[in-house]
């Protein structure tokens, strides 16, 4: 019996790695101004920056995707923090 499985078109493929792409870092942008928001808020209300049950939920989020997804989600974290101590 012939085989009938045909190639991928890699350009295409490659077109939606860069829509996907796109999206991510859209996306991404938006996250960290939303939390950078709610933590200038929780601040300017006398509270602090970082809310550690909360983030240990937004670690949990990620751990479907394996141990990239504990570093993705920290990096994620880090970039809503922005610098500490302010
Ligand atoms: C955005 C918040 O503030 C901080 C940033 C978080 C985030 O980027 O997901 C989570 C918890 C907080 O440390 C929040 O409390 O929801």
Known sequence: MESTTTAPDITELREEIDHLDAEILRLIQRRVE????IGA????????????NREIDVLNRYKPL???GKDLAMVLLKMGRGPLGR
């Open 41 to 52: 808020a929780r601040m300017a209300a006398g509270g602090t920056k970082i809310v550690h």
């Open 34 to 37: 939303v939390s950078k928001i």
């Open 66 to 68: 394996g141990p990239e």
